[in-house]
C-alpha cells in the first residue's frame, strides 16, 4: 500500500518549514508525486533543475537560474521552461534563495498548469529536508492488527489472533512501566532497506481497548510518557494458543532464530504460549532481553552448548 500524495498535500504540509509561497500553477493542485521507481526508473524524487532526467519535485537555485536567464538566448530558454513546466514526470517546481520569479517563468507554469513555488531558504537546505519528508510520506507501508509496544526502549509488536490476550497484555506491561504506540491496528512503513517503522493512525492515538473495560485513554489514565507517536520494529511476539498435545511440537532450546517478513524486511519473531499461570508480561520482557544480548552477538544456547562440549571432553 502506497500513500496518494498531491502537490497541494505538500505545500500544507511543508510550507512553514520550507517557507514557501505558491506563486503560480494552482490549477495543477492535483498533480501527484509518486515513488520515484513507480513509472521513471532511476528518477530522484527531488533534485535541482535536470532536463535529462527530471525529478519529481524540480529545485531551481541561483545557478540554474542564473543559467536559464544569464548563459543561454531567449529561444533556447523558451524552449528549456517549456520543457521544465511541460514535463509529465515531475509535479512541482520550486525556486529556492528567494529569488525573483520573472514573468516568462510564471507564464509557463500557469499555461501548464505545474505548481510553482517560491522559497526563501537556500536550494540544499528545500532539497534534504524535502526528500526527508517524501521518503517517510511516500513510504511503502502496511498495517497489521496487533498491539505495538515499546518494551525496554526495542519496538515490540503483539500479534496472535483475535481474544487472545493482546490488549489485557499490553495493559499489564503498561502497569509495569513500559509504553503503548498503536492497539488493534499499527501501520508499518519502509524508511530504509532494513528499517520499519510503526505508527498509529490519528483516529486510534492514545486509546486500548480491553474486553470487559471497553476503551481506555491511556495518555489520561497512565500519563504522557505512557504513549508515544511512533517507533523502529526490532520484535515480534506471536501469542499462541497452548492447546493439549501443543507439547510435542515446541522447539525446547529455540535453536533457530524466526523471522517474519514484512515489505520485504526479516523482522525476528518469538512464539509464546498463553496458558492459565503463565506470566505473558515476564515472558516478553524476557523475550526482549533476550532479543538485545542476541543484537550484542550474545546467544544463551551457544553459551551453554559450548560449556557442554567442554564438559564431555575427556580430561
Same mark, same amino acid.
Given at each position: 500500500m502506497s500513500t496518494i500524495l498531491t502537490a497541494e498535500d505538500v505545500y500544507e504540509a511543508q510550507h512553514e518549514t520550507l517557507k514557501l509561497a505558491w506563486v503560480g500553477g494552482r490549477a495543477g493542485a492535483s498533480r501527484l508525486l509518486e515513488l520515484a521507481t513507480a513509472r521513471f526508473p532511476g528518477m530522484a524524487l527531488v533534485g535541482h533543475l535536470n532536463f535529462v532526467? &527530471? +525529478?519529481r519535485v524540480q529545485v531551481i537555485g541561483a545557478n540554474e537560474k542564473a543559467y536559464l536567464y544569464d548563459h543561454i538566448t531567449s529561444a533556447a530558454r523558451k524552449e528549456a521552461l517549456a520543457e521544465i513546466f511541460g514535463s509529465p514526470s515531475s509535479a512541482i517546481?520550486? /525556486?529556492a534563495n528567494d529569488e525573483t520569479i520573472p514573468d516568462d517563468m510564471l507564464e509557463a507554469a500557469n499555461t501548464a498548469a505545474m505548481p510553482l513555488f517560491r522559497s526563501s531558504l537556500p536550494? &540544499?537546505?528545500?532539497i534534504h529536508d524535502l526528500q526527508f519528508y517524501l521518503a517517510r510520506a511516500l513510504a511503502e507501508r %502496511?498495517? #497489521?492488527h496487533g498491539v505495538f509496544m515499546e518494551v525496554m526502549g526495542l519496538g515490540v509488536f503483539l500479534t496472535g489472533e483475535s481474544g487472545i490476550g493482546k490488549s489485557e497484555l499490553a495493559l499489564e506491561l503498561l502497569s509495569r512501566g513500559h509504553r503503548l504506540i498503536a492497539d488493534d491496528a499499527c501501520e508499518f512503513f519502509r524508511l530504509g532497506p532494513d *528499517? #520499519?517503522?510503526g505508527r498509529c493512525p490519528d483516529m486510534l492515538c492514545d486509546f486500548l481497548e480491553v474486553r470487559g473495560l471497553g476503551i481506555l485513554n491511556i495518555r489520561a489514565m497512565f500519563g504522557e510518557t505512557a504513549v508515544r507517536r511512533e517507533k523502529t520494529l526490532h520484535l515480534i511476539v506471536r501469542l499462541k494458543d497452548y492447546a493439549p498435545g501443543a507439547q510435542a511440537g515446541i522447539d525446547r532450546l529455540q535453536a533457530e532464530q524466526k523471522t517474519r517478513s514484512i515489505l520485504g524486511i526479516e523482522v *525476528? %519473531? /518469538?512464539a509464546l504460549? /498463553? *496458558? &492459565?499461570?503463565? +506470566?505473558l508480561a515476564v515472558l516478553v520482557e524476557v523475550a526482549t532481553r533476550g532479543h538485545i544480548l542476541r543484537r550484542r552477538g550474545i546467544n544463551a544456547l551457544e553459551d551453554f552448548m559450548r560449556r557442554q562440549s567442554l564438559a564431555m571432553k575427556p580430561s
Open positions: 532526467h &527530471p +525529478n517546481v520550486i /525556486v536550494s &540544499p537546505r528545500v %502496511e498495517v #497489521l *528499517a #520499519l517503522q *525476528a %519473531e /518469538v504460549f /498463553v *496458558a &492459565p499461570g503463565r +506470566n
